[in-house]
């Protein structure tokens, strides 16, 4: 390419100072001075050399667009490889981003994960005051039938104290029979 352009600018160089050297010559050939009549020679000379300058001209004009569409081409391979890295480092950003945004997804997860451990730790606290309050339940329940035993056991107790005193109340009247037998032995000796 770089070959290219440097062909393309001495070729220009070399034809524009072609193109220059039949202006200089054509310049005094066709001038001449107001008071000289044109002659024969003069006319023919200035064709060849117009028609050379034409072609210097057409030429020159040729490499000139020729240059502007390398420099064109050129601006364009920039522009190209100007989007082309600009592209890359898009698609970069969006993977970087596409990155970010799954690390996200993740995170949140994560959290989610972590509020259901929360939870099942709450409703496994809820299960053992559950069972804790089942225990107190059952500890009552056993206090109150130790409670019944007792008030039974009071009353077997009770029971066998009024049988006491029935029974020392009997002992009473046997005794006093007793008594009456001996007074009546006494009374029956006299």
């Known amino acids: 390419m770089k070959?290219?352009?440097?062909?393309?600018?001495?070729?220009?160089?070399?034809?524009?100072?072609?193109?220059?050297a039949a202006d200089t010559t054509a310049a005094p050939a066709t001038t001449t001075t107001p008071a000289a009549a044109p002659t024969a020679a003069a006319p023919a000379a200035a064709a060849p050399a117009a028609k050379a300058t034409h072609k210097a001209k057409a030429t020159h004009h040729k490499a000139k667009a020729k240059k502007k569409a390398v420099a064109q081409k050129a601006q364009a391979a920039k522009k190209h490889k100007k989007a082309k890295k600009a592209a890359v480092a898009q698609k970069a950003q969006a993977a970087k981003k596409h990155h970010k945004a799954?690390?996200?997804?993740?995170?949140?997860?994560q959290a989610a994960k972590k509020h259901h451990k929360a939870k099942k730790?709450?409703?496994?606290?809820?299960q053992a005051a559950k069972k804790h309050h089942?225990?107190?339940?059952?500890?009552?329940?056993?206090?109150?039938?130790?409670?019944?035993?007792?008030?039974?056991?009071k009353a077997v107790a009770q029971k066998a104290?009024?049988?006491?005193?029935?029974?020392?109340?009997?002992?009473?009247?046997?005794?006093?029979?007793?008594?009456?037998?001996?007074?009546?032995?006494k009374a029956a000796k006299k």
């Open 121 to 126: 730790a709450v409703a496994q606290k809820a």
């Open 134 to 153: 089942k225990a107190k339940k059952a500890v009552a329940q056993k206090a109150q039938a130790a409670k019944k035993h007792h008030k039974a056991k």
């Open 3 to 20: 070959k290219l352009f440097a062909l393309v600018i001495a070729a220009a160089m070399g034809l524009s100072s072609v193109a220059f």
């Open 161 to 185: 104290q009024a049988a006491k005193k029935h029974h020392k109340a009997k002992k009473a009247v046997a005794q006093k029979a007793q008594a009456a037998k001996k007074h009546h032995k």
């Open 102 to 109: 799954k690390k996200a997804v993740a995170q949140k997860a």
